[in-house]
């Protein structure tokens, strides 16, 4: 077991993660980011590699041998920040609201303890900073690339506002849940409000739709299935006298496990075509394919929290996060394990005011620098 002490790198993680943050780019428009990453990784001397993205950095420390990945996302949320810190974004309406800043931070701290040892290595290890996870598009680029290829083990984390620095949560399977989109367009037909047998009423056909979409989660899906159905937004209208000839309607779905996400989808269109016909509407739905969800190996589950203990981190089983995190693409190609990492945060993800206690920067990058040692050990063996 290999165990890093990044104390040392503390201030130099601290100010990058400031200037990280100080200066958000939202998804797909990381030019700045990207440049200082490479900066940073230039300074040390670490080996940039030539994979196309357009934005986004992979980076190589040793070589030859087996091959494991360490990924951070880059980008930032468009949020008006309102933390009040000294290093709050400087740019109006955009904000590292999720966190991405620290994870950039403390995957740069993993490279630069494992530039010092690279000579012990077994192998190589590559660190992907990727674009666009906000949008849930920066990881399937990523793999286009190229940069996926000889991988044999995948790891990466996320921050965790509502556990305490020291901990990590670490399990094996779905710890992320799939989030597709959906957008339905319920047609009518317009009428004079007074005489509404003329036409067909859009709205009431939607709110008929919508309430029986409820019946998914309680009648479709088990108690441990694990589900959600919530339709965000509707639209239709245009008068207080006219009976519209149209209603759209969208939201999302986030489901644990790929057999449920099949039936609820299916549940969804009988529902929304059904109801819909019963009362005279021409109802469809269009989906928005989002990342599946994020299952992690049990095997890589197991060697992470041996690293973590060996570390002195307190290990914890992590209760599955609704949200939605393309590192999910990584591991439907490469087997690997994505993690909780405690950052003491006053708020949750995408909050405004959201925020990380930044004595958990050198403990991420110890953690990723030892579990990249153990998996090469584990995959030379
Ligand atoms: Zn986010
Ligand atoms: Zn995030």
């Known amino acids: 077991m290999s165990t890093f002490a990044a104390e040392p790198l503390f201030e130099q993680l601290v100010a990058i993660r400031r200037q990280l943050h100080a200066h958000p780019e939202l998804s797909h428009e990381e030019f700045e980011t990207t440049a200082s990453i490479r900066g940073w990784l230039s300074e040390a001397g670490i080996r940039i590699a030539d994979y196309p993205l357009r934005t986004g950095v992979v980076a190589e420390v040793g070589r030859g041998g087996p091959i494991v990945a360490i990924r951070a996302d880059i980008d930032a949320l468009p949020v008006q920040e309102e933390t009040g810190l000294p290093f709050a974004s400087r740019i ?8 991405h800043d620290f994870h950039t931070a403390a995957v740069l701290g993993a490279a630069l303890l494992l530039k010092q040892r690279e000579a012990e290595l077994k192998g190589t290890v590559r660190f992907l900073f990727q674009p666009a996870e906000e949008k849930a598009k920066g990881a399937s680029q990523v ?3 190229g940069a996926l290829e000889g991988v044999s083990a995948i790891f990466g984390l996320h ?9 990590i949560g670490i399990k094996a399977g779905p710890l992320m849940a ?3 989109g959906f957008i339905v367009e319920v047609k009518g037909l317009g009428t004079h409000a007074a005489v509404p047998e ?22 479709n899906v088990g108690a441990l299935g694990g589900a959600v159905v919530s339709v965000t937004r509707l639209n239709s209208g245009t008068a207080w006298n006219v009976i519209a000839d149209q209603a759209v309607f969208d939201g999302t779905l ?11 989808r299916e549940r969804f269109e009988q529902i929304v075509t059904g109801v819909g016909a019963a009362l005279g509407a021409e109802a469809t739905v269009r989906w928005l394919d989002g990342p599946p969800a994020v299952v992690n190996d049990p095997v890589w589950a197991e060697q992470s929290a041996a690293t973590a203990k060996a570390l002195g981190l307190q290990v914890v089983e992590p209760t599955p996060s609704p949200a939605g995190e393309d590192f999910s693409f990584y591991l439907r190609q490469v087997p ?8 003491s945060g006053p708020q949750e993800w995408h909050h405004p005011a959201f925020d990380v206690d930044e004595r958990a920067l050198p403990i991420g990058a110890s953690f990723f620098a030892s579990l990249a040692v153990d998996a090469l050990v584990r995959l030379s063996e």
């Open 178 to 180: 799939a989030a597709d």
């Open 198 to 219: 003329a036409g067909i009423d859009p709205i009431v056909a939607s709110a008929h739709i919508i309430t029986a979409l409820q019946s998914i989660v309680s009648r």
């Open 336 to 343: 690997g394990s994505f993690f909780f990492l405690g950052a």
């Open 92 to 99: 109006p309406g955009k904000m590292h609201a999720c966190g």
């Open 143 to 145: 793999i286009a690339s």
């Open 159 to 167: 921050n965790k506002p509502d556990l305490p620095v020291g901990t």
């Open 254 to 264: 986030r489901t644990f496990d790929e057999k449920v996400r099949t039936k609820v």
